[in-house]
């Protein structure tokens, strides 16, 4: 066994035999930390004060970000099971888009996409959301002075341009990498909570340094999520009921046709006593019979479709709607002060309390150790 085991077994057994401290002892040593740190009481005080100053810095070059926060209620016929002629057909919403699907909806970043391409309304310059974007972001501030890249062959954001006129399909490759980024960038900003499945409670907020462009785009927004929303998930019942309503209009021109030709054929056959005659007229008269049932359950049949999708068609009731001004994370410069003075003391006193324990506890048994001896 090497000298050190053995010193380091010493020490583990002196340990053990040392008895607990006391409450006297405890309050000397308070006493003895509490004197050290009075001694450097200076240190603590420009500690605190830098970093008051760090904090009352950062309270002026953070950039202010306003939120824009829409509160609604969605209410819809979420039974298990309608014993009706649109559960029959397939067209009910069991399963399809519910309250939580709209959630998920408004957090995708293709409704994001679809909001940057519309028109921001009440503007002179008819632009879309993700050319105000670039604009708000000072993305185009330099594209005026900028020199031309068409000697160097490189793009740059001030030849990539987002008309109106333009369909999405023949976007450009650097188009489509624009605007993916922005709305990846943008639907981080965007928070989306269920308060209550129960009431059905939805609150979506979105924030940006720009009052106007924050208020504006979540307007879009909630109108092409909600136009979205609507539109998919009665879809398999509009479209039942446009081919129900086709197939009632087919019998329908049948009936006509089977009621002119039995008109036709009597006058032709007006004073003729054979009975042949009145066979035939026997026989179209059973076609019209036969087109005004099939016309008659087909009308019923669509009426009680329409029925079931108005029932089906969820209520979204928007409850709080944001007004200007908006709120805003601007906070006063006195409780950063106060915060970063606090943080400053701290962390000095907890580092001077390090330094004094190593040079009084560990400092010394480090130097006692015995030297090794070379082979």
């Not at 039974?79 to 699907?101: E, K």
């Not at 008309?163 to 990498?177: M, V």
């Not at 049932?293 to 709080?320: C, G, H, L, R």
């Amino acid at each position: 066994m090497s000298e050190i085991d053995e010193f380091f077994i010493n020490m583990m057994e002196e340990d053990r035999k040392k008895p607990s401290m006391s409450l006297p002892e405890i309050v000397v040593l308070l006493k003895f930390y509490w004197r050290y740190l009075w001694k450097k009481k200076i240190i603590v005080i420009v500690a605190s004060v830098f970093f008051a100053i760090l904090g009352l810095v950062y309270a002026c070059v953070r950039t202010v970000e306003y939120t824009a926060t829409y509160e609604f209620s969605i209410e819809g016929d979420n039974a298990p099971m309608r014993f009706s002629m649109s559960a029959l057909l397939g067209t009910g919403t069991v399963g399809a888009f519910s309250g939580d699907n709209l959630v998920q909806l408004m957090r995708s970043p293709a409704m994001v996409e679809r909001t940057l391409l519309k028109v921001v309304p009440n503007r002179s310059d008819s632009i879309n959301f993700i050319e105000y974007f670039l604009v708000c972001d000072s993305v185009r501030s330099a594209c005026e002075n900028a020199e031309s890249t068409e000697n160097t062959g490189k793009i740059s954001i001030c030849d990539i341009q987002f008309p109106l006129s333009q369909k999405r399909e023949t976007y450009a490759r650097e188009q489509d990498s624009v605007l993916m980024k922005v709305a990846s960038a943008l639907s981080k900003s965007i928070r989306v909570e269920r308060l209550d499945k129960k009431m059905s409670l939805v609150t979506c907020s979105f924030s940006n340094k720009d009052e106007a462009f924050s208020k504006q785009f979540l307007d879009a927004y909630i109108e092409e999520v909600i136009s979205f929303y609507m539109e998919t998930k009665l879809s398999r019942s509009t479209r039942n009921i446009d081919n129900f309503q086709k197939q009632a209009d087919s019998i329908r021109s049948e009936w006509n046709r089977a009621v002119a030709s039995r008109a036709y054929y009597a006058d032709e056959n007006l004073n003729v006593v054979r009975q042949s005659v009145g066979v035939e007229l026997q026989k179209k008269q059973m076609d019209i019979q036969a087109y005004t049932t099939a016309y008659m359950e087909m009308v019923k049949s669509i009426a009680t479709m329409k029925i079931d999708q108005m029932k089906e068609t969820p209520i979204i009731q928007i409850i709080n709607q944001p007004h200007y001004p908006l709120a805003n994370n601007k906070a006063r410069k006195l409780k950063f002060i106060i915060i970063g003075g606090f943080l400053g003391g701290f962390f000095s006193v907890l580092a001077l309390l390090a330094k004094c324990y190593y040079e009084n506890n560990i400092k010394p048994q480090l130097t006692n150790l015995p030297a090794q001896k070379e082979d």
